[in-house]
């Protein structure tokens, strides 16, 4: 059996007509855009054909794309970029939770330059319930910003209610949506939001190249500064073979999107369907199917999501799991702690991320090997003997002396 990639919510392979443009950029097309020349006027023009093209693919117009070097970055300038442009209006910026480090983060050292921040709960399934933002907004809330679906359990919030709520009581509002563009369909305008944040490289485009959009007449202030790139919001020489590369993969998954989520959504549904059938004590993060159609989160009692890794790659299966090795400690998942697990079930969590190459017979594969390593895995744990079955309450375990009980 090949190697078995199920990470797409970490990155995916770079389509190749997506790579040949890249390269035909960088030892073709390799003027600069801001040169008069006829190098730097063609740089220029692909440019702006790729502007149209990613702004196609979430019903922009061309004039509301700033490209960026990514998701992380297009974030920053949304958060911080408001935050300054606003400041006269209020103070108050409204998150959630369970958003990527790159928004937490971000308001975070907002919260230290003096702006105070709401993060909202969300529910056992991820979602921010829209009454909870009815509540913290106020008339000095001058953002919310909400992602569009969430990169650990794929949960994929009610943008278009909260979007409402935030333009009622006047405040702005952006949503993270690098791990929803290119791999679901999804309108700005329809949505009602000012700002959104997109990602090449979450969507078989290349790495370190993201766009945010950001609504005619939206109130903003660049956060780097330097030559008037981008219309003066984000200085810096554009990155041409990256910017044209996103301008492919918007054009691929336009035309893509409904065939895949289709297919994603049965493979989705058989890797769930049946481990939740042949594996006992394991339980299905995120919601049932408010979610993305290649995301699966499931949590396995009695087993460290670090094994279980370790023991899907010896088989050639390339897996993430809930706990972000940092400086050495495992740290339990945030998200997984809002929506109310345990540290333990957390630490239990493998996050499945199917994408367009996956196929029925690597599913299958993946269903024959994991209930192996599963029992494997929890023969060695002192504490999963306590809770079989198959040891009466009477019997003391010899693992935990009875102190289970
Ligand atoms: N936001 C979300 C929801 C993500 O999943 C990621 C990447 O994992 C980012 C932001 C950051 O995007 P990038 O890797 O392009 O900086």
Known sequence: MERIYFDHGATTKTDETVAKAVIEMMLE??????????????????????????????????????????????????????????????????????????????????????????????????????????QAINNKTILVSIMMANNEVGTIQPIKELAAIAKEAGAYFHTDAVQAVGNIGVDVKELGVDALSLSGHKFYGPKGIGALYIRKGVKISPIQHGGGHERKLRAGTENVPGIVGLGV???????????????????????????????????????????????????????????????????????????????????????????????????????LTLGRANTEQEVDYFLEVIPIIINRLRAMSPLYGCSNQSIRRSEVCENCHGDNE
């Open 29 to 134: 097309n390799y003027g600069n855009p801001s040169s008069i020349h006829s190098f730097g006027r063609n740089a220029r023009k692909v440019i702006e054909g790729a502007r149209e093209k990613v702004a196609a693919l979430i019903n922009a117009l061309p004039a509301e794309i700033y490209f960026t070097s990514g998701g992380t970055e297009a974030d920053n300038l949304a958060i911080k970029g408001i935050a300054l442009a606003n400041q006269k209006k209020g103070h108050h910026i409204i998150t959630s939770a369970v958003e990527h480090h790159a928004i937490l983060h971000t308001c975070e050292y907002l919260e230290k330059k003096g702006f105070t921040v709401t993060y909202l709960p969300v529910d056992k399934y991820g979602l921010v319930d829209p009454e909870t933002l009815r």
């Open 249 to 351: 993969a918007a054009e691929v998954a336009q035309r893509d999107i409904p065939v895949k989520v289709e297919r994603l959504l049965q493979l989705r549904q058989k890797l769930i369907t049946s481990i939740l059938k042949n594996i006992d004590h394991v339980q299905l993060n995120g919601h049932p199917e408010k979610r993305l159609p290649g995301n699966v989160n499931l949590s396995f009692e009695f087993v460290e999501g670090e094994s279980l890794l370790l023991n899907l790659d010896l088989k050639g299966i390339a897996a993430s799991s809930g706990s972000a090795c940092t400086s050495g400690s495992l740290d339990p998942s945030h998200v997984l702690l809002a929506m109310g697990l345990s540290h333990e079930t957390a630490h239990g969590s493998l996050r």
